[in-house]
């Protein structure tokens, strides 16, 4: 199915991890053109790029945290392209030790709001900018089921990724329709956000070798297995279209194969003579 995505201008922040370098290659699969963004890992993108091939790219290294970092890649992107169609704000943080809300430091808590939510709004901010000239664009958010089903040991990142998740995605789409509004040959400026449960990349590599945890973060779906990139690349290129998602704004998906919680206790966990 045609996607209408071929020359479009797509920054991917995050490109050199398992999730952003497979979304990069949908769209290059596409035909659309792409800006590569990493904070550290400039050989992995670079990598990408080489394996992309005759796909029209950039690559932008920034930290996103920072607001002098995000103006750079938009203008380099705009100086070299002209434009931008799609921003995926794929971009993040996560504290990969189990750390309780009690233990937890004011320093993480910060970190993770900073790497999670603050990045996504400098770079919603900068790419809203340029939609308000162009009056045309649209964005998706990567979140986590950890927004919806909360994240033991995580509470920082699960608030940040709510707060996207929700607040933040349902707001923009009713500012991004009137930077860039409907008219009788365009749908107008959406948002949506796309939410990942439990993925096969580098950093969860050494739990998901794990029996126990792929058994209890499985239990509660109707699809037992773990997703893969491509799973949320295939996502992404589809509200990014405004042929086949045209009339989708401000909604939140669930990548997860049904999921319908978490598993809080393992059965030698529990007492069944006092439950």
């Excluded at 999670?116 to 958010?141: D, H, M, P, Y």
């Amino acid at each position: 199915m045609n996607t209408n995505l071929a020359n479009k201008v797509v920054l991917v922040t995050g490109a050199s991890g398992g999730i952003g370098s497979a979304i990069a290659r949908a769209f290059a699969a596409e035909g659309a053109t792409l800006v590569l963004h990493c904070n550290r890992n400039l050989a992995n993108v670079r990598r990408l790029q080489k394996e992309l091939g005759s796909t029209a790219s950039l690559v932008a290294m920034a930290d996103l945290t920072k607001e002098a970092g995000v103006k750079k890649i938009f203008a380099q992107t705009v100086k070299r392209f002209g434009r931008v169609d799609t921003l995926v704000a794929n971009a993040g943080w996560w504290e990969t030790r189990d750390v309780p809300l009690h233990e937890m430091s004011l320093t993480q808590w910060h970190k993770t709001m900073d790497g999670v939510l603050t990045s996504v709004f400098l770079c919603a901010r900068e790419f809203f900018r340029i939609v308000a000239k162009q009056k045309n664009g649209n964005a998706v958010l990567i979140g986590s089921t950890a927004a919806v089903f909360g994240e033991a040991g995580h509470a920082d990142y699960a608030a940040a990724k709510s707060a996207m998740a929700f607040g933040l995605t349902r707001t923009l789409k009713n500012e991004i329709s009137r930077l860039a509004p409907h008219t009788k040959d365009y749908c107008g400026g959406r948002i949506n956000c796309v939410c990942p449960g439990w993925t096969v990349v580098p950093r969860n590599e050494a739990k998901l070798g794990d029996a126990r945890i792929i058994r209890k973060v499985t239990a509660t779906m109707a699809l037992p297995k773990i997703a893969r990139p491509e799973d949320m690349a295939s996502a992404v290129v589809f509200l990014s279209s405004d042929k086949l998602a045209g009339h989708i704004t401000g909604q939140t998906l669930v990548i997860a194969g049904g999921m319908e919680g978490r598993m809080l206790w393992q059965a030698d966990e529990i007492d069944p003579t006092i439950a």
